[in-house]
Nanobody
Framework: QVQLVESGGGSVQAGGSLSLSCAVS????????IGWFRQTPEKEREFVVA????????EYGDSVKGRFTASRDFAEHKVSLQMDSLRPEDSAVYYC????????????????WGRGIQVTVSP
């Protein structure tokens, strides 16, 4: 069982920055790829970013490339997401996710989810 707890988020004006953090715990958690998805009431859950546990690098969704930066701190057991140049369309509930799958962009392949945290970007 892996537990994921999100923190950070909040509200900001367009062009601003926010950061999210996901505290990761549980047996074998270090062998999970950890990432973020986001969702609004109007859309399906969307892949944002994932940091592979095996040194395989970080993968970003097309809509956030060049603006968001993710990092994983194994010693501190957390994954951080720095979000810059935010846009109103980035507003969503952001979910931390853990998966053992090599396919890391599909919600159905996620093994564990956090509760989610709201990010709101005003025009």
């Amino acid at each position: 069982q892996v537990q994921l707890v999100e923190s950070g988020g909040g509200s900001v004006q367009a062009g601003g920055s926010l950061s999210l953090s996901c505290a990761v715990s549980g047996y074998g958690a270090e062998r999970y790829t950890i990432g973020w998805f986001r969702q609004t009431p109007e859309k399906e859950r969307e892949f944002v970013v994932a940091v592979r546990w095996d040194g395989g690098g970080t993968e970003y969704g097309d809509s956030v490339k060049g603006r968001f930066t993710a990092s994983r701190d194994f010693a501190e057991h957390k994954v951080s997401l720095q979000m810059d140049s935010l846009r109103p369309e980035d507003s969503a509930v952001y979910y931390c996710a853990a998966t053992t799958s090599h396919v890391i962009t599909v919600p159905a392949r996620v093994n564990y989810w956090g509760r989610g945290i709201q990010v709101t970007v005003s025009p």
